[in-house]
C-alpha cells in the first residue's frame, strides 16, 4: 500500500457527505502511479490523493460533475502514450495508458472503508476484490482481513486466486476483477527529542509512517515541538519499547545525542528484532557503542543516505530516504536474533 493510500481511505470514512473514489486499475507501459493508486473527490470540494502528476485529476473532476446525479461507477482509459495525446487532448505524453475506475462513495462504501481504517489501526492486512462487469462498471466489492474477518459482496474464493495487483479478465462470465492489499502504516520509533529529530518526524509522518517520539526529558518531548507526532512517551528508552511492544515491523531510529542513553537502548536492542535501527553520530561513535567490535550489520550508523547532507532539515531528508528505501524494499532486513 502506498503512502497516501491510508490517508485516502481515512478520508473516505470521515466523510459525511460522500463524493467518488477513483482507483487506478490498469497500466499498460510506462506511469506517475501504479495499479491500485486511488484519490479521493469529496462532495464538499476537497480531494485526497494523487493518481498521476496533475494532468488527469481535472479530467476526471469535469466528469464526476455530469455523473454527480446517477451515483454509479464508470471507467475511463486515458492513453498518454502519444506526445499529443489526441484522444483526451491533455498532452501529458507519459508513454503509458491507465485505466481509472470511478465509483461514488455511498453510505455503504464509507462504512466498509471505515471498519477497515479500524483493521488496518489494530495492525491487520485487508485484501480487496473488485468485480467488475464486461464494460468495467463495478458491480460488487469485498474486503477481507488476515483473520478472515469480512466486510462487503464478492467472491472471496476467487479473491485467493488472484495474488497480483493487475486486471484479470473471465471471458467466460464476462467479468474482470481487481484485487488490491492494505497493509497497516509502518511504525517510526524516534527516540531523542532535540530539535533535530522534529524535521524527521514531519517529513517521516508524511511518507506514510506512524511516529511515536520518546524521550527521557518532558520538556524535549511535547505537543508543542511535535504536532504530527502519533504518540509522545516520556521515560526510559528499555521501558518505552516494552510498553508499546515493539517488534520486527518497526523502524528505530535513536537521536539521543547522550553516550549512555545509547548504550543502554543498544544493548537491549541486540536480542531483538526489527525492521531497521539507525542511530544519528559519527562511525567512530558507534564504535565506541560496540566496544570497538564493529558495528552489526542491521546496524545503520550514521543513519541516512549519504547525500551530503548539512543542518537539520537535510539530515531528515537523508533519514527519510532511507527509511521509505528499506520499506518499500521487496525483502525487509530485520536483525537476526542471537541465539
Known amino acids: 500500500m502506498s503512502s497516501d493510500d491510508y490517508a485516502v481511505i481515512s478520508a473516505v470514512a470521515a466523510s459525511g457527505s460522500g463524493g467518488f473514489l477513483t482507483t487506478i486499475i490498469d497500466v499498460t507501459g510506462s506511469a506517475y502511479r501504479k495499479e491500485g493508486t486511488m484519490m479521493f473527490f ?18 476526471i473532476l469535469a466528469r464526476i460533475k455530469i455523473e454527480d446525479d446517477s451515483k454509479s461507477s464508470s471507467s475511463v482509459v486515458y492513453d498518454m502514450r502519444s506526445e499529443d495525446d489526441l484522444s483526451w487532448g491533455q498532452g501529458a505524453g507519459c508513454d503509458g495508458s491507465i485505466t481509472v475506475l470511478i465509483e461514488y462513495a455511498n453510505s455503504e462504501l464509507i462504512r ?47 479473491l485467493h486466486s488472484i495474488t497480483v495487483k493487475k486486471l484479470h479478465a473471465d471471458k467466460q462470465n464476462g467479468r474482470y476483477y481487481f484485487r488490491q492489499s492494505f497493509s497497516p502504516q509502518p511504525r517510526l520509533i524516534i527516540y531523542g527529542a532535540g530539535p533535530d529529530a522534529r524535521p524527521v518526524c514531519e517529513i517521516a509522518k508524511q511518507a506514510g509512517f506512524e511516529v511515536i517520539v520518546a524521550d527521557w526529558r518532558q520538556a524535549y518531548c511535547t505537543k508543542k515541538h511535535f504536532p504530527k507526532a502519533n504518540k509522545l512517551m516520556i521515560g526510559n528508552p528499555v521501558v518505552m519499547l ?3 511492544n515493539a517488534g520486527s515491523n518497526d523502524f528505530i531510529v535513536i537521536m539521543t545525542h547522550n553516550f549512555t542513553k545509547d548504550k543502554e537502548l543498544l544493548d537491549y536492542l541486540l536480542d531483538k528484532n526489527y525492521a531497521f535501527v539507525g542511530m544519528l553520530g559519527s562511525k567512530k561513535r558507534a564504535d565506541r557503542l560496540f566496544s570497538g567490535n564493529g558495528k552489526p550489520d542491521w546496524f545503520h550508523s550514521p543513519v541516512g543516505i549519504n547525500i551530503n547532507a548539512d543542518g537539520p532539515e537535510q ?18 532486513t530485520p536483525h537476526k536474533v542471537k541465539k
Do not use: P, R
Open 42 to 59: 469529496s462532495d464538499d470540494n476537497w480531494e485526497m490523493g494523487l493518481l498521476s502528476g496533475g494532468c488527469i485529476e481535472q479530467d
Open 242 to 244: 516494552e510498553e508499546i
Open 112 to 158: 466498509n472503508l471505515s471498519l477497515v481504517k479500524k483493521w488496518l489501526d489494530n495492525g491487520y492486512t485487508v485484501d480487496h476484490l473488485k468485480v467488475l462487469d464486461h464494460d468495467l462498471n463495478l458491480i460488487s466489492s469485498v474486503f477481507i482481513t488476515e483473520t478472515g474477518e469480512i466486510v462487503g459482496s464478492g467472491d472471496t474464493d476467487i
Open 315 to 332: 539530515i531528515a531528508i537523508s533519514i527519510a530516504a532511507q527509511l521509505i528505501a528499506v520499506k518499500n524494499s521487496n525483502v525487509q
